[in-house]
């Protein structure tokens, strides 16, 4: 069943993104073909996964007529950078409105990665205590309607059903290219921190004869509440889309590969970010991609697929980040 996605948006993006061999990590772990669905390389502002969420969501904003966009976010939001970014390619303003719920000890984790690159553009930022972010933004979208603007407030991670079209239309791209392999894709593997990006996939899969199975990584909440609001999301986000409705089963989140926390990545996560960096030149980040590509890594360690399978790993982007962390790599 072929998605509606004629909704309002603005491409901000590049489409579509490569779905790369990994060869040589593959042919490290043993397992199936790993293929990289490249959604670092949507190109703005370095790239990552919430240039395909903000196609739809500027377009949501631009219809709604705001001159504003407010996110809130943590200090190194890979969303939030993004969102600047996606607002100053649509001549609109955006406000951040940004807690550091990581404690790390690096001094650049307050003012490189993200941080640096949402002043560059332009962004205007609030800085609040974690608890406070949702009274945050609220208090920025009553002084915008104060000034005689017009607010849009975007959800963290831009995880709305709005947002998560992004990720119907990367599932049937990713069927588009899977369809010119010789091997079955059995699973498609994502970093699940806001759970759009998950939702959105599992949205866009639904109705397909032979779909992966979607496998969300969980980096930041690990619990059966957290996998319940993946589940509603993507029920919301295929009944957007004129999808039928996921099966409750469609959800899978692991769990055992958060480590110390969001944020803070484990000697696995470390492993992980080495493996794919000194045997494809791959760059991964030690709070989404680098747990993803563990949890991956465990999959097949423990034999859940077949050599003559392929299994794809959804890279959605962070390397902004890795510059918050030298002192892991120094």
């Not at 407010?70 to 969102?83: D, K, M, Y």
């Not at 000890?105 to 406070?132: C, F, M, Q, T």
């Not at 010119?180 to 998950?198: I, K, M, N, W």
């Amino acid at each position: 069943m072929v998605p509606d996605l004629s909704f309002p948006r603005v491409p901000v993006g590049h489409r579509p993104t490569p779905l790369e061999p990994l060869e040589r990590l593959s042919a490290h772990l043993g397992g199936p073909l790993i293929l990289a669905k490249r959604d670092d390389c949507t190109g703005l502002a370095l790239g990552g996964n919430k240039a395909r969420k903000l196609d739809f969501l500027i377009g949501d904003a631009l219809a709604q007529g705001a001159d504003t966009v407010i996110t809130p976010a943590g200090l190194q939001s890979n969303h939030a950078r993004q969102t600047a970014a996606a607002a100053a390619k649509a001549g609109l303003k955006a406000v951040l409105v940004l807690a550091r719920v990581v404690d790390w000890p690096d001094p650049a984790y307050g003012v490189s990665g993200n941080l640096l690159l949402d002043r560059l553009l332009g962004a205007e930022i609030h800085l609040v205590e974690p608890a406070e972010r949702a009274a945050g933004v609220q208090a920025a979208a009553e002084e915008v309607r104060t000034n005689g603007g017009r607010p849009y407030v975007i959800a963290s991670g831009g995880s709305s059903p709005v947002g998560a079209l992004g990720y119907v239309e990367a599932a049937r791209e990713i069927a588009v290219q899977a369809a010119a392999l010789d091997r079955r894709v059995a699973a498609v593997v994502t970093a699940s921190g806001s759970g759009g990006t998950q939702a959105g996939l599992v949205a866009g899969f639904s109705g397909v004869d032979g779909a992966p199975a979607v496998i969300g990584v969980g980096v930041d909440d690990v619990s059966a509440v957290f996998a319940a609001q993946v589940r509603g999301l993507a029920v919301d986000t295929a009944r957007l889309a004129g999808l039928p409705a996921p099966d409750p089963g469609a959800v899978e989140l692991l769990s055992a590969h958060l480590g110390p926390g969001y944020g803070l990545p484990a000697p696995e996560t470390l492993e992980a970010i080495a493996l794919a960096a000194r045997l494809e030149g791959l760059v991964l980040d030690p709070v989404y991609t680098g747990k993803a590509m563990a949890g991956l890594i465990a999959q097949i360690r423990a034999g859940r697929f077949a050599a003559d399978e392929a299994v794809v790993f959804v890279h959605t982007g962070g390397g902004p980040g890795l510059f918050a962390y030298p002192s892991l790599f120094g």
